[in-house]
């Protein structure tokens, strides 16, 4: 009974270049959150996706960020152009979206900027 | 909007002793859930516990227990005969239905022997 995964779990990028991070959610769900956590820091909300939608982004920064669900596969995050600031741990976290809602976490992706 | 304040950035029990660490939080709706998330050196976020704001009854898992005063907008966590493995970062939030999770800052918690 797999959890979530991510992948890849460490990821090195030097300014400018594009950050992919991949999350497959539990088996049975089909609701994706994605967070991000700045060092010493809480996490904080990007982006919820249930398949081929974008549920809510609020959290999302305006520019250089994007996510998707597709049908088939796992969910991405996409930073292009990254910058300094974007080092963090980003988590996926998953649900089944059936009611009661409890939100399973994947083991993050630590992205460091150089 | 929703806010989830922790006050403690750290705190710490002797092993076998009792902890507990506060939350306190904003909310306008009236259906909503509590939880406290674990956040151990390898960074996994590991569910501690649950609490719907409609149950009165204080949610329960083994060492680990919830004080919910809904009034007072307090949702504090226990944990009971502190264990070395318990030495973590420990996030409370708030979230509705499907909604996202918003966290608190987190109270780093160390066992001592």
């Known amino acids: 009974n797999a959890g979530v995964m991510q992948n890849p779990r460490h990821l090195v990028r030097r300014r400018g270049q594009e950050a992919r991070l991949r999350c497959s959610p539990m088996?049975?769900?089909?609701?994706v959150y994605w967070y991000r956590q700045l060092p010493e820091e809480g996490l904080k909300f990007m982006v919820y996706?249930?398949?081929?939608?974008?549920?809510?982004e609020s959290g999302m920064p305006k520019e250089r960020f994007s996510a998707e669900f597709p049908k088939e596969g796992p969910s991405i995050l996409r930073i292009q152009q990254v910058v300094r600031g974007d080092s963090a741990a980003y988590f996926c976290?998953?649900?089944?979206?059936?009611?009661?809602?409890?939100?399973?976490f994947g083991p993050g992706t630590r992205l460091l900027v150089l | 909007a929703q806010t989830v304040t922790q006050s403690q950035p750290e705190m710490s029990v002797q092993e076998a002793e009792t902890v507990t660490l506060s939350c306190t939080y904003d909310?306008?709706?009236?259906?909503?859930?509590l939880f406290w998330y674990k956040q151990p050196p390898s960074r996994q976020m590991i569910l501690v516990i649950r609490?719907?704001?409609?149950?009165?009854q204080n949610a329960t898992e083994n060492r680990f227990s919830v004080n919910f005063q809904k009034a007072a907008k307090s949702f504090s966590l226990k944990i009971s005969d502190s264990q070395l493995g318990d030495a973590a970062m420990y996030f409370c939030?708030?979230?509705?239905?499907?909604?996202?999770?918003?966290f608190g800052t987190g109270t780093r918690l160390q066992v001592f022997p």
């Open positions: 909310t306008s709706e009236s259906d909503y859930y």
């Open positions: 939030a708030s979230g509705m239905d499907t909604d996202k999770l918003i």
């Open positions: 976290a998953s649900s089944s979206g059936t009611g009661v809602e409890t939100q399973y």
């Open positions: 088996k049975g769900h089909s609701h």
């Open positions: 996706l249930q398949k081929e939608n974008i549920i809510d």
């Open positions: 609490q719907e704001a409609y149950k009165q």
